[in-house]
């Protein structure tokens, strides 16, 4: 008896620890996500596009109103799911890619 009570113990402890590792990951794919995406940004091929696009008030003010849609603090929000989810696996395939 005294073995069930330990294995679910065990258990308990077990799946926090698993749900920590997959925020960890998480986290890890997006900080992967936006080093690339920095590094890119400098690329030969597109630095000029993006420097003009940076200039661009007409395309500032398009994303920033996207932009406007998404909350850091409401991570519930439908539109902030999907989102995350994206970049998630985005930073996941490219963490894929360059191991």
Known sequence: ???????????????????????????????????VVNYKIDDEEISKDIQRLRENSHFLEKLQKKLDKLDNRRTKNSTNRKVMKILEKAGEDISKILN
């Open 1 to 35: 008896m005294q073995k069930l009570y330990v294995l679910l113990f065990l258990f308990c402890l077990a799946t926090p620890v698993q749900a920590q590792y997959s925020a960890s990951r998480d986290a890890q794919y997006i900080a992967t996500l936006k080093a």
